[in-house]
């Protein structure tokens, strides 16, 4: 049995009370890790402990595949039809909605994001992908292919049976609807890890699973370290499987285990530098206010970022000018707080990484146009900031700082920019802007980028596939095209006429 993180709110956004199992979801029950370990979670506004979990090892690991392999096998996978999947994860989703306020309160705790953010974008964005993926759930279909008079062949996409999930912190709930919805809607079981940093709101989401209705093994839920539990899923050979989203470095790891071990497949989205391409003739004011929420949105702490801001000549001095008024008014401060924007970096290794980057920066020869600096003594908290005199051969250009740190180039000429941007490891997203529409499909189609916005930034749609070119992954989510990772294609011969 496993114990309960209580904490009363009275906050400005939030009042309430939460009450959270501290243990490992395994089997439809709450229990304590085999070799008892334990993770603390801390509150990035303060740096203080806020309480310690239950921390899953590969021996939880190999209980809860096991349990999913048994669910698989009995009741679930081709034991329940589609619509009955459907009906359990519309379910799930409505009661997601009726706790929705708490989630959100969790992952602003744990994660320092705005809750106005965490309520309005992450978990009405993760209820949202849940409702989409029940309705998918009863239309998983083969073909029949025709071949001649004397055979009937088609098509079966069945599921794969246990699928393993490492999720990250920068969107704790979107992540974990983002991973969870397609595979259970094509009928597969589930082991998932969630960030150790944020682990609070997975752990909310647990209690409402027995209750939707799903039976034992169908979900679960070990949290723990990436070293341990994540490479534990990555290495299971009852895990058949396995969807990671997070750093490059990590999902090369993730893709040596998993070939090491059975050979499962596996879908990665990875990190991004992400370039803003802002033409002459663009809408400046829109171009801005777009930059804006490209780059400082969800703290900067976002795979798509659009770090590096490519401005053409003509337009860069004035886009400089009001793109650094409107970042100097980024209201940066307590989560909890109605009218913050930018909250805490959500750990001290990824404050400490952020400054690293911006100290580099500096000796490298760019320069700090605006901020740079920690803000406060107490929590994690980072001043929006700019570099210009930028070069494509510094730290702070070619990786990926996942901070609120933008970097402003000029540029002459549209064979040079796009050359520019795509002059990177990365190609998960990129940004277009200019009032001519023959010029920003032509650069859009040009950008090697799983991604490209036209005239906007950082804006998914459930119904369009998200991923990445290069180094930012393999496969998609989001969209019919993330079902494709969930299921295998069976080919099916039937002879009616045949004879030797």
């Known amino acids: 049995m496993s114990s309960t993180f209580t904490k009363t709110f009275d906050t400005p956004t939030f009042k309430g009370t939460i009450a959270v199992p501290l243990g490992l979801y395994i089997n439809g029950e709450f229990v304590v890790p085999v070799e008892g370990g334990t993770l603390d979670v801390v509150n990035p506004a303060t740096g203080k402990v806020v309480t310690s979990i239950a921390a899953g090892t590969k021996a939880d690991i190999d209980i809860a595949a096991k349990a999913a392999k048994k669910a698989y096998k009995t009741s679930w996978g081709l034991k329940v039809p589609g619509a009955e999947r459907g009906k359990l994860m519309m379910k799930l989703a409505g009661l997601m909605e009726q706790h929705i306020a708490e989630f959100a309160a969790l992952d602003a705790l744990a994660n320092g994001k705005a809750y106005n953010t965490a309520y309005s974008r992450d978990n009405k964005g993760a209820i949202a992908v849940m409702q989409y993926y029940a ?5 998983i279909n083969g073909k029949t292919i025709e071949t001649n008079e004397n ?20 969107v704790p709930m979107f992540s974990l609807s983002l991973k969870i919805a397609p595979a259970l809607a094509t009928g597969n079981t589930i082991v998932l890890k969630p960030s150790e940093i944020t682990p609070l709101s997975a752990l909310l989401f647990c209690t409402l699973i027995k209750e939707a209705g799903f039976p034992p093994g169908v979900i679960n839920i070990v949290n723990g370290y990436g070293a341990t539990a994540g490479q534990a899923i990555s290495e299971h050979p009852l895990i058949e499987k396995v969807a990671f989203t997070g750093s490059t470095l990590t999902g090369r790891k993730i893709m040596e285990a998993a ?6 497949p596996v ?11 802002i033409f002459d003739d663009a809408d400046l004011e829109q171009a801005v206010k777009w930059a804006i929420h490209g780059i400082y949105f969800n703290h900067g702490q976002n795979c798509s970022a659009g770090s590096r ?5 003509g337009i860069y001095d004035k886009f400089l000018e009001q793109f650094t008024e409107q970042a100097r008014e980024i ?18 290794t990824q404050f400490e990484r952020i400054m690293g980057y911006i100290d580099s920066g500096k000796n490298d020869g760019a320069t700090v146009h605006l901020g740079g600096n920690q803000i406060g003594q107490e929590g994690y908290f980072i001043q929006p900031t700019i570099f210009t005199d930028c070069q494509p051969n510094m730290k702070i250009v070619r990786e990926e700082i996942f901070g609120p740190v933008a970097c402003v180039m000029k540029f002459k000429t549209e064979d040079e920019v796009v050359e520019q941007a795509n002059d990177t490891s990365y190609g998960l997203a990129a940004s277009v ?11 859009a189609h040009a950008l090697e980028a799983g991604t490209a916005w036209i005239n906007c930034a950082n804006q998914t749609e459930i119904s369009m596939p998200f991923g990445g070119f290069k180094q930012s992954g393999i496969g998609r989510e989001l969209s019919e095209y993330a079902l494709e990772n969930y299921t295998n294609v069976k080919a099916v011969h039937v002879n009616i006429g045949i004879r030797l």
């Not at 309705?135 to 239309?139: E, F, P, S, T």
């Not at 055979?151 to 920068?170: C, D, F, M, S």
């Not at 209201?331 to 970096?345: L, M």
């Open 331 to 348: 209201k940066v401060g307590d989560p909890f707080s109605p009218d913050t924007y930018q909250g805490p970096q959500v750990s001290k």
């Open 433 to 443: 802007f200019t009032k001519d529409i023959d010029r920003a499909i032509r650069v």
């Open 259 to 264: 070939a090491k071990s059975n050979l499962k």
């Open 135 to 139: 309705g998918w759930a009863d239309k």
């Open 151 to 170: 055979k009937l062949a088609y098509t079966r996409h069945e599921p794969i049976g246990v699928v393993g999930q490492i999720i990250p912190w920068n």
């Open 309 to 313: 801001i490519f401005i053409q000549e």
């Open 267 to 277: 879908t990665l989205e990875l990190g991004g530098k992400s370039p803003n391409v």
